[in-house]
């Protein structure tokens, strides 16, 4: 194995690692304050986050081979993922807000603080033979 997916499988597993704990943490708030209905909205925004990160990391992987013959693809690759990990947040929030009619503070909430793990997501990626 590269010592790029190695570097990768590290940097992803860290932040879902976190995303899941800032998760639980929001959603453990919610149920101890507010109510279980609180809890699964801050569980369901929190998901949203992870589901994203894990389809980014999907994309990247295959920007990565298919970087390998051709550049241009691998750009390709990681722009449809951004598009596809937008759309798809904005239909995951607009699934649970309004059809499945969780909070939307809770959803929001919930996303918002495992978005802010990109920040504390520090990685060693220094070669190590």
């Known amino acids: 194995m590269s010592f ?3 570097v990768m499988r590290r940097v992803v ?3 879902f690692i976190i995303q899941l704990t800032l998760t639980f943490i929001i959603a453990l708030s919610y149920l101890i ?3 279980l209905y609180g809890f699964l909205g801050a569980v ?7 589901t994203g990160t894990l389809l980014m990391a999907w994309r990247i992987s295959r ?4 970087g390998s013959t051709e550049k241009q693809q691998g750009y390709i690759e990681i722009y449809t993922g951004v598009v596809q990990k937008f759309i798809l947040t904005l239909v995951l ?3 649970g807000m309004g ?3 969780m909070d939307p503070l809770a959803i929001l909430l919930g996303f918002a603080v495992t978005q802010l793990s990109f920040i504390a997501n520090k990685v060693d990626t220094s070669y190590q033979s």
């Open 33 to 35: 304050f507010y109510s």
């Open 93 to 95: 929030m607009a699934f």
């Open 44 to 50: 369901y925004g929190g998901s949203i986050t992870l």
């Open 4 to 6: 790029a997916k190695v």
């Open 13 to 15: 597993r860290r932040l």
């Open 99 to 101: 059809i499945l009619k």
């Open 63 to 66: 920007a990565g081979e298919a």
